[in-house]
């Protein structure tokens, strides 16, 4: 071929697969000029060209186009001629690649390229999570699906590709395999979901523990692995309870043990302990100690039988005392004594009449005795304490004392006789007039003597003065007139003198009385002393005095003279000299005549004593010393002495056994024998006791026992383990039960109770707690059983294959030995009823190995299989199908709208508009059973508002559309008064209103001090300034408000314009006159000039006009206008009448003149 015969290239097209090119009945060729290419065939009238299936001839240009009919899937349509158009179609399932469209060309050829129709390919599928998938996706090709393990298909399990490249119907997923929900073990719980591959946790409540495992998961098929799990009641370990005490209580969880201890014991740690979830113990088990109480002092004048521990204490009084109070008391749980302490209380009378005779019963104490002189009471034991026979003060006996009697003018204070002398004397005087009495000065050595003395002279009035019996050593020291020590006193003195007591007398005398003392405690405070003065109010004296034994009063016998001085005693520790209280003496001198003695140079052999022995000689003068054998004690003086007149003093002394103090027997014991020297006493326990220390103890020589008493403790029998499976409560001490009981879902084998004996030995056996038995269970008809009949455990029922169990799946032996629940039954398997098949219908049986069918209404597809099969556990083999309705081609959403609802049969599909948008077409179309719409789909047009028009003096920007906003601005002086935008909105309205544009305003002027302003504020105007006469315009005269609403330029400022010969200072005009007046000739000269004297008001001024006048030097004075307030001294204004405030001038000031 050459260049006039051009072989088909890209501008001479052959046809392309599946299409061909077709005119009229024509084919464009050249003339009588034959082209061929691929697939092409150029000819003229007399050499026909053809094709495969059509040939097209022309009458001049022929252009010939031919088509790939391999598949059979083209359409051409379309003349041949120049200009014509050839329109290119492919089959459905076809897809056009290339241009649609060829144009004949002048030179008879072709435009464009030969199109090809290509397969449709449906979009590439992604498969979801656990979905498998195989197939192809071209046109009319299958995709089937499948699931991973544990999964089923939801959905369609195959999807063919459509002719229009979409698939007909939806990906569907894979669901996990559900498992039927696990039913939570009672007093449990359980956690986690049913479907595949789940795992599912069983917990217990508190107090429960989980039997069995503690996790099951879902499997493949629907089924759980491993078994159920139960809960089972916590239990805590049985305890040992505590020894010498008690618990009771229960071991389940929540429930408490308490503990009690036996009596004379106390707990220590908690009462009660709570079995705890995790079976555990709260606490630990306490103990118990034996209570102690404190130990108890003994009375004085007595004693205790005391213990600490839980007993009963005893108290007693020293012979001739008497017990006030309760002479037992008890330590308590508390450890604290019952009741309060007893006191021990002396007699307080002794025979009248001083003389011996037959013993007899004293008041409160013992009965007295006499001694060989027959003068004096003794104590009935003849326990001697003094040096002398004479004195018969005993460690375990009391004074017997009189009460003191006083002779006439004296009176009874404190124990004390006083007679109070009105005579006024001095204090030599004083003592002498005491002595002349038998008496002395008043001596207050006690508190309660020295209180009531001062109490009793009180009454003669404040302004008497008494002596007292103080004198002052010459070292300086104060002491009592007979020579003891002051004590704790704090006597002052003046002068050198001190004045004790009255300027009359308190005179002392002392009874006709020989009195034992007992212990006298003296505490002596200060006492104010002046001199030659004592006021009659006491100064309060505090008595603390030492302890003190005081002696009786020595008496000196002589053969013919009898001298009593019962004045003085001297007492032991410390050495002071005391006045005998509660004595009044007359001092009379006795004179006997002596009589005739016959002093013997031997006395008589003294025998010894019984159990005794007595040395010495027995010539006159001698001593015999008396002395008693081991285990005796001497009763009586243990010396005599042979006298002038061959007699020897005194009496015999005896030697009495020694006895031991009187025991008390144990509590719950008793105690036989002997209490005197080498006595035994033996002691036993009643029935139940066991003795505690020794069993017999000895009296000693020295009058104490070899060993303590013993005491009798409660038997205790061992401590016995609960049965398993149960608790035990009581007391293991002597007659203590033990009571027995098992736990709930036992019984008791033995006894209920055993007693402690008093061997130590239990009476019988601890018995055991056996389990219940249930009766043995018969398996239902077509099932069977497993399982024990032993309490708490459980009975399984199960049904052969295509029997079903109705009942309960198991039973538990329960704690009364009965079954929970009924008996099962097994029936036969019925597969239950499927739900309707929705848009569907089906039909079969429902018995066990019974087949169910089923097809769908028309419009809808079967998806799933066409009949189940019922199984031999009731259920069906697969799931029922669904009648899944035919799907609608997916349409598309129109530009600027949306789309929502259905592509189902018989669904439907509404179109919206976006805002600002109208929809054109209809707004719903329905999905037929064909699976086609039934209308196209509509489209949205843009919405548009009306046009605005602008405001007066201003303009404005902007289109029309929905969504577009014109703007408003105002001319230069004017303001927008409005909003600046407006928004076409989507009904096709504008938001907002016109906006207007008003001229600009500025603010108000105000005008300047001592000045004014004219002029408008309106936008251009003027503002005009002028001052008062007098003052002139500082700044520019005009202001123009301008279009931002300002003024142009400052606000000027009027300053005023002084007379000649004035200055300016801080905007006053001043002149200052040298001329010296006096002040009202300077007033009366200012006024003369139309002005006033100065008056510095402001601070600005008057330091202004200090610093001016300074000029003229320090020493130069000017008047200013001040002058005197009418009415008032020292009080200033200004001349014009005004208040001075807070000015601080003097009277000199300036003299000046000055203008306001």
């Known amino acids: 071929m050459d260049d006039n015969h051009p072989a088909a290239d890209d501008n001479h097209p052959a046809t392309g697969d599946n299409h061909t090119a077709t005119g009229d009945n024509h084919t464009a060729t050249g003339d009588n000029h034959p082209t061929t290419g691929d697939n092409h065939t150029a000819m003229d009238d007399n050499h026909p060209a053809t094709g495969d299936n059509h040939t097209a001839l022309g009458d001049n240009i022929i252009a010939v186009l031919k088509a790939d009919t391999s598949n059979k899937r083209y359409a051409m349509t379309g003349s041949n001629s120049y200009k014509d ?34 397969i449709e390919q449906c979009p590439t599928l992604k498969p979801p999570a656990n979905v498998i998938m195989e197939g192809t996706k071209s046109y009319r090709g299958v995709t089937y699906f499948s ?59 508190p107090g429960y523990k989980l039997v069995g495992t503690s996790t099951r998961t879902c499997q493949s098929d629907g089924t759980w692995s491993g078994g159920s799990s139960t809960c089972r009641a916590v239990r805590c370990p049985t305890l040992r309870g505590p020894t010498n005490g008690n618990m009771r209580g229960s071991k389940s969880y929540r429930g408490s043990l308490r503990f009690t201890c036996d009596r004379v014991y106390s707990l220590v740690g908690a009462k009660a302990i709570r079995c705890q979830a995790d079976g555990t113990w709260s606490d630990r088990v306490p103990t118990c100690k034996a209570i102690r109480c404190p130990t108890l002092t003994p009375p004085e004048n007595g004693a205790v039988k005391s213990s600490n521990s839980y007993r009963d204490v005893t108290f007693k009084c020293d012979p001739g005392y008497k017990l006030v109070g309760t002479s037992t008391r008890t330590c308590q749980s508390g450890g604290t004594w019952s009741g309060g302490s007893p006191t021990c209380r002396a007699p307080k009378k002794w025979r009248e009449d001083w003389r011996c005779g037959q013993a007899f019963p004293a008041e409160d104490g013992n009965p007295a005795e006499c001694n060989l002189g027959g003068l004096k009471p003794c104590c009935s034991n003849a326990y001697w304490c003094g040096n002398t026979a004479s004195h018969c003060d005993c460690k375990t006996c009391v004074d017997y004392r009189k009460t003191a009697e006083c002779r006439n003018g004296y009176q009874l204070l404190a124990q004390t006789c006083f007679r109070v002398s009105r005579d006024k004397k001095n204090n030599d005087d004083a003592q002498a007039a005491c002595e002349k009495e038998g008496a002395t000065l008043a001596m207050p050595k006690t508190r309660e003597l020295d209180v009531s003395l001062r109490n009793w002279v009180s009454k003669f009035g404040k302004s008497a003065f008494f002596w007292i019996g103080l004198k002052q050593v010459p070292v300086k020291i104060w002491q009592w007139e007979d020579g003891s020590h002051i004590g704790k006193h704090d006597y002052k003195a003046a002068n050198h003198n001190v004045v004790t007591a009255t300027m009359s007398r308190v005179t002392t005398t002392l009874p006709q009385v020989t009195t034992t003392l007992s212990q006298v405690t003296t505490t002596l405070s200060q006492v104010a002393i002046k001199p030659l003065q004592l006021t009659t109010t006491p100064p309060q004296l505090t008595t603390k005095p030492p302890q003190m034994k005081t002696t009786q009063p020595q008496v000196t016998t002589k053969p013919l003279e009898v001298t009593t001085k019962p004045l003085q005693v001297t007492t032991i520790p410390p050495q002071v000299t005391t006045t005998l209280p509660n004595m009044t003496t007359s001092l009379q001198q006795v004179t006997t005549t002596p009589p005739r003695v016959t002093t013997a140079s031997q006395c008589s052999k003294l025998p010894p004593p019984g159990n005794g022995a007595v040395t010495g000689s027995n010539s006159y003068g001698d001593v015999a010393t008396f002395t008693c054998n081991p285990g005796y004690k001497l009763f009586g003086t243990s010396t005599r002495t042979c006298q002038a007149d061959g007699t020897w003093s005194g009496k015999p002394p005896t030697c009495k056994i020694v006895q031991c103090t009187s025991l008390k027997p144990p509590t719950n014991g008793i105690m036989r024998g002997a209490n005197s020297y080498q006595g035994v006493t033996y002691f036993t326990c009643a029935r139940g006791y066991t003795l505690v220390g020794v069993k017999s103890i000895r009296c000693q020589a020295d009058g104490t026992w070899s060993d303590r008493v013993p005491t009798c403790q409660v038997i205790q029998c061992p401590q016995l383990a609960p049965p398993v499976n149960g608790e035990m409560s009581g007391s293991n001490s002597h007659q203590g039960l033990m009571y027995f009981t098992c736990d709930r879902g036992y019984y008791l084998v033995g006894a209920k109770s055993i007693r402690c004996q008093a061997d130590g030995t239990w009476s019988g056996h601890v018995p055991t707690c056996q389990p219940v038995q249930c009766t043995r269970l018969t398996p239902p008809t077509n099932g069977a059983m497993y399982g024990s009949n032993s309490y708490g455990h459980q009975a399984t029922f199960t049904c052969n294959p295509g029997y079903k169990l109705v009942g309960t799946s198991s039973r538990t032996c329960q704690s009364d030995g009965t079954w929970s629940g009924g008996s099962p039954t097994c029936t036969a398997v019925r597969c239950p009823t499927p739900r309707g098949l929705t848009n569907g219908n089906m039909r079969g049986s429902t018995s066990y190995r019974g087949s169910m069918r089923f097809t769908c209404n028309r419009g809808y597809n079967l998806v799933g299989v066409k009949s189940i099969r019922c199984q031999a556990d009731g259920t069906w083999g697969d799931r029922v199908p669904t009648c899944q309705a035919v799907q609608c081609p997916t349409p598309e959403r129109p530009a600027n709208g949306d789309k929502r609802g259905s592509t189902s049969y018989p669904g439907s599909t509404r179109f919206t508009c976006d805002r600002g948008y109208k929809l054109v077409g209809k707004e719903t179309v329905k999905c037929q059973a064909d ?82 302003v004219t002029g408008s504020n309106s936008y251009g105007d003027v503002a005009t300034f002028i001052c008062n006469p007098g003052y002139k315009l500082v700044g520019t005269s005009a202001r123009t408000c301008q279009s931002d609403g300002t003024w142009s330029g400052k606000s000027p400022t009027c300053t005023a314009e002084c007379r000649n010969g004035y200055q300016l200072i801080a905007q006053t005009c001043i002149r200052v006159s040298r001329d010296e007046k006096n002040y009202d000739d300077a007033l009366a000269a200012c006024e003369n000039e139309d002005a006033t004297l100065a008056m510095p008001k402001t601070k600005e001024l008057d330091v202004s006009l200090r610093n001016w006048v300074s000029k003229f030097g320090r020493s130069q004075d000017f008047w200013i206008g001040l002058k005197e307030r009418r009415g008032s001294r020292d009080s200033w204004e200004w001349s014009d009448g005004s208040r001075l405030d807070d000015h601080d001038y003097k009277v000199r000031y300036y003299h000046l003149c000055a203008v306001d």
């Open 147 to 205: 699931c991973t393990r544990g999964h089923t298909v939801v959905g369609a399990k195959s999807i063919r590709c459509r002719a229009d490249g979409t698939w007909s119907n939806r990906v569907p997923t894979c669901r996990a395999v559900q498992c039927t929900r696990l039913t939570p073990p009672r007093n449990g719980a359980v956690s986690g979901s049913n479907s595949y591959g789940d795992v599912a946790t069983f917990t217990c409540n």
């Open 85 to 118: 158009v050839a329109t290119f179609t492919c089959d459905p399932g076809y897809k056009l690649v290339g241009t649609s469209t060829r144009t004949c060309q002048s030179y008879g050829t072709w435009s464009g390229g030969s199109p090809a129709c290509k």
């Open 931 to 1012: 699976g086609k719409w039934s209308a196209r789909v509509p489209t949205c047009q843009a919405t548009r508002c009306p046009k605005l028009t602008p405001p007066a003096n201003g303009a404005m920007t902007g289109s029309t559309s929905y969504g577009d906003v014109v703007i408003f601005a105002c001319n230069p002086g004017y303001k927008l008064v409005g909003t600046s935008t407006r928004t076409c909105q989507s009904d096709g309205t504008w938001s907002g209103g016109s906006p207007t544009c008003r001229a600009a305003q500025c603010t108000m002027l105000p005008p300047p001090s001592n000045g004014a």
